[in-house]
T-cell receptor, first 113, second 111 residues
Framework: NAGVTQTPKFRILKIGQSMTLQCAQD?????MYWYRQDPGMGLKLIYY???????DKGEVPNGYNVSRSTTEDFPLRLELAAPSQTSVYFC????????????FGPGTRLTVT | QKEVEQNSGPLSVPEGAIASLNCTYS??????FFWYRQYSGKSPELIMF????GDKEDGRFTAQLNKASQYVSLLIRDSQPSDSATYLC???????????FGRGTSLIVHP
C-alpha cells in the first residue's frame, strides 16, 4: 500500500496563478481532509470530504476549492494565488471520524511570490 | 478560549527524564483524543489514542485523560534525543467529529 500520496512536493507560484494539489489514497478510506500548516502552528482544516461527491468547508476555506469524484482522489484547487497561501499543505484520510486515526501524506510546500 | 490549546514550548528535557506534554480542550462533548508526533519537515504520525478517563500506556508513552477537567496529557518516560519533535494534540469535535488540532508543543531532548 502506498498510503496517502501527494503531488507535487514543492511548488513556487506567482501571485494570481492557479494550481491543483493532488491527493490520492489506496486504503479505501471514506474520509479525506486538506490541512495547511504555517510555521510554528498546528494544522488548520481547509476542506474535508466524508465520501465521493460530498465535501464541506473547514476552518479556512477561502481561496480554495475541492472536489471528490472518486473514493481515492481529493484534489485541492487554489485560484488566484496570494502570498497568504504560502504554507505546507497536508492531505489526510481516515476510515471514519471520531475514533479513527488519520493517515497523512508527505505534504506539499507551496510558496507564492 | 481556543478549542484545543497546547503550550508551544519549546520544552527542553535531559536524556532519560520524563517529558510531560499537556493539552486542554473546550468542547465537553469530545469523546476521543489523539496525540501525533511530527518530526521537522515530515508529516504527523499517530503515537497515542485515548477515549476513557485515566491512563493508557504504550511502551515509553502514557496518555492521561481527565474529561471533568477537560485535559489530556502525554508522558514520555526515559526521553531520548530521537523523541525531539513537535507533538500535536487532536480532538474530534462538533456534530461531524472532525479533528481539531492544537498548535503543537516542541520537545527537545538534549544528551
Amino acid at each position: 500500500n502506498a498510503g496517502v500520496t501527494q503531488t507535487p512536493k514543492f511548488r513556487i507560484l506567482k501571485i494570481g496563478q492557479s494550481m491543483t494539489l493532488q491527493c490520492a489514497q489506496d486504503m479505501n478510506h471514506n474520509y479525506m481532509y486538506w490541512y495547511r500548516q504555517d510555521p510554528g502552528m498546528g494544522l488548520k482544516l481547509i476542506y474535508y470530504s466524508v465520501g465521493a461527491g460530498i465535501t464541506d468547508k473547514g476552518e479556512v476555506p477561502n481561496g480554495y476549492n475541492v472536489s471528490r469524484s472518486t473514493t481515492e482522489d481529493f484534489p485541492l484547487r487554489l485560484e488566484l494565488a496570494a502570498p497568504s497561501q504560502t504554507s505546507v499543505y497536508f492531505c489526510a484520510s481516515s476510515y471514519s471520524s471520531g475514533f479513527y486515526e488519520q493517515y497523512f501524506g508527505p505534504g506539499t510546500r507551496l510558496t507564492v511570490t | 478560549q481556543k478549542e484545543v490549546e497546547q503550550n508551544s514550548g519549546p520544552l527542553s528535557v535531559p536524556e532519560g527524564a520524563i517529558a510531560s506534554l499537556n493539552c486542554t480542550y473546550s468542547d465537553r462533548g469530545s469523546q476521543s483524543f489523539f496525540w501525533y508526533r511530527q518530526y521537522s519537515g515530515k508529516s504527523p504520525e499517530l503515537i497515542m489514542f485515548i477515549y476513557s478517563n485515566g491512563d493508557k500506556e504504550d511502551g515509553r508513552f502514557t496518555a492521561q485523560l481527565n474529561k471533568a477537567s477537560q485535559y489530556v496529557s502525554l508522558l514520555i518516560r526515559d526521553s531520548q534525543p530521537s523523541d525531539s519533535a513537535t507533538y500535536l494534540c487532536a480532538v474530534p469535535r462538533g456534530g461531524s467529529y472532525i479533528p481539531t488540532f492544537g498548535r503543537g508543543t516542541s520537545l527537545i531532548v538534549h544528551p
